[in-house]
């Protein structure tokens, strides 16, 4: 029986791949390479969410951001040092510069440009109906699936005025998403 003897190409492929799973394994191990990016224009509550956040696992490393435009940045920069996406994204809808909904719409183009079935989770944090009007008879909605992101949770804010649509309401909701995400994610 003749012994194997891989190709130069084989070989390069070989270490390639064992280097990547190297790099993963150490990453893995790593508990600081676990982030989560909290997105809100109010620093009091991008405060208490990640307090809240490190109360489940203080290993997290929380990224903050103040409108859209910069959770974008954030999570490219997330991204290239990490080399993965974060555990989850915590977002209010109504910032300035570049609203949550635009975020949305673009982590959701992302994620079927690449063929996957699902993005980074979101958790929509929210004092308003999670509904907005862009055209005479057009409205877009983070409730029962009609924001089209996959997987979307909606929570109001203690001060929304109409809780009834969101998944949960208050402290408490946030709390039980928060956990539920650092623990499954």
């Known amino acids: 029986m003749s012994e194997y003897h891989p190709t130069t190409e084989e070989s390069a492929e070989n270490l390639r791949q064992y280097n990547a799973l190297v790099q993963s394994i150490r990453k893995n191990l790593n508990p600081g390479s676990n982030t989560v990016l909290i997105v809100d224009d109010e620093l009091a509550i991008r405060r208490k969410v990640a307090r809240d956040v490190k109360t489940f696992d203080p290993s997290i490393v929380i990224h903050e951001a103040v409108n859209g435009k910069e959770a974008l940045e954030k999570l490219a920069m997330i991204r290239k040092n990490y080399l993965r996406n974060p555990l989850f994204i915590v977002l209010d809808l109504n910032m300035p510069i570049m609203d949550g909904w635009t975020v949305i ?8 440009a690449q063929n996957k079935p ?3 989770p979101i958790i929509v944090l929210s004092s308003t109906s999670g509904e907005k009007t862009y055209a005479v008879f057009l409205k877009k909605s983070i409730h029962d699936g009609k924001s089209g992101y996959t997987p979307l949770v909606s929570v109001a804010k203690e001060t929304c005025a109409d809780k009834r649509r969101y998944d949960s309401a208050g402290n408490e909701g946030l709390l039980s998403w928060l956990e539920y995400f650092v623990k499954h994610s």
């Open 118 to 120: 699902a993005g980074i």
């Open 105 to 112: 719409e673009k982590l959701r183009e992302e994620y079927e």
